[in-house]
């Protein structure tokens, strides 16, 4: 055999080898608020919304999720939707009135995402507000409604008085964790303040919550 082949056939089984391999997969939390279940949830407010129920709607608002006695794990998989409801003006920022517009999760009280949302329709003649997701704020490079799965759902509030509708994202996030208690906190830093009611201007809410624990061999 060619020196060269059989030194790189060596080197793909050493590498291969020392891969992780996912041992196991233990989901330990799936939550759609169909049944308005809080359980292990700490300012938890469930509403109505698009035919469905769903954890929100907040403005200076937030929700805790604590799970107890986790089995042993290497990692936390963390997925759901999030509604952006109207008027999100992204990192757009005028003095103490409006923005930036930003929404957070922490894992442990440590930040993984810290991120501004615009939910405008960005066409020609108009001033499309950025927004940092999919990056972390103070990023403003990004579109409004980028890396959005649906943009075409209705508002939280009256379409007449807020015309901007609600877009989908699909958050993901995998987290290096291996301790017996987790925390996961979502939270906003929404500021509009010429208006009367402003959680009917904009805010937020989350559905189909699931978290999984990944054991590596």
Same mark, same amino acid.
């Given at each position: 055999m060619?020196? &060269? /082949?059989?030194?790189?056939f060596t080197?793909?089984? &050493? &590498?291969?080898?020392?891969?992780?391999?996912?041992?196991?997969?233990?989901?330990? @939390?799936?939550?759609?608020?169909?049944?308005?279940? /809080?359980?292990?949830?700490?300012?938890?407010?469930i509403?109505?919304?698009?035919g469905?129920k769903?954890?929100?709607?907040?403005?200076?608002?937030?929700?805790n999720l604590?799970?107890? +006695? &986790? *089995?042993?794990? +290497?990692l936390?998989?963390?997925s759901?939707?999030?509604?952006?409801?109207d008027s999100w003006e992204?990192?757009?920022?005028?003095?103490?009135?409006s923005? *930036?517009?930003i929404?957070?999760?922490?894992?442990?009280?440590k930040? @993984?995402?810290y991120?501004t949302?615009a939910?405008?329709d960005?066409?020609?003649?108009n001033f499309c507000p950025?927004?940092s997701?999919?990056?972390?704020?103070?990023?403003?490079?990004n579109?409004?409604?980028?890396?959005?799965?649906?943009?075409?759902? *209705?508002?939280?509030c009256?379409?007449?008085?807020?015309p901007?509708g609600t877009?989908l994202?699909?958050?993901h996030?995998?987290?290096?964790?291996?301790d017996?208690?987790?925390?996961?906190q979502? /939270? +906003?830093?929404l500021?509009?303040?010429?208006?009367?009611d402003q959680?009917?201007d904009?805010?937020w809410?989350?559905?189909?919550?699931?978290?999984?624990?990944i054991?590596?061999?």
């Open positions: 060619n020196k &060269l /082949l059989l030194l790189s080197f793909i089984i &050493l &590498l291969s080898s020392c891969a992780k391999t996912v041992q196991n997969e233990v989901q330990v @939390y799936s939550n759609d608020f169909e049944s308005a279940n /809080l359980s292990g949830i700490t300012g938890g407010i509403s109505s919304f698009n469905s769903v954890l929100g709607n907040y403005n200076k608002g937030e929700f604590t799970i107890n +006695d &986790l *089995p042993k794990h +290497d936390v998989d963390i759901f939707d999030l509604y952006i409801h992204g990192v757009q920022q005028i003095g103490s009135v923005g *930036p517009d929404w957070a999760m922490n894992v442990d009280r930040s @993984y995402i991120t949302f939910n405008f960005c066409v020609a003649g950025p927004q997701y999919p990056g972390d704020y103070p990023a403003q490079s579109n409004p409604k980028t890396g959005a799965s649906r943009t075409d759902l *209705p508002g939280f009256s379409e007449a008085s807020n901007n877009t994202y699909k958050i996030k995998s987290v290096s964790h291996s017996k208690m987790l925390l996961i979502c /939270l +906003d830093k500021v509009q303040t010429n208006v009367t959680k009917c904009e805010s809410s989350v559905d189909n919550l699931v978290v999984k624990v054991k590596y061999n």
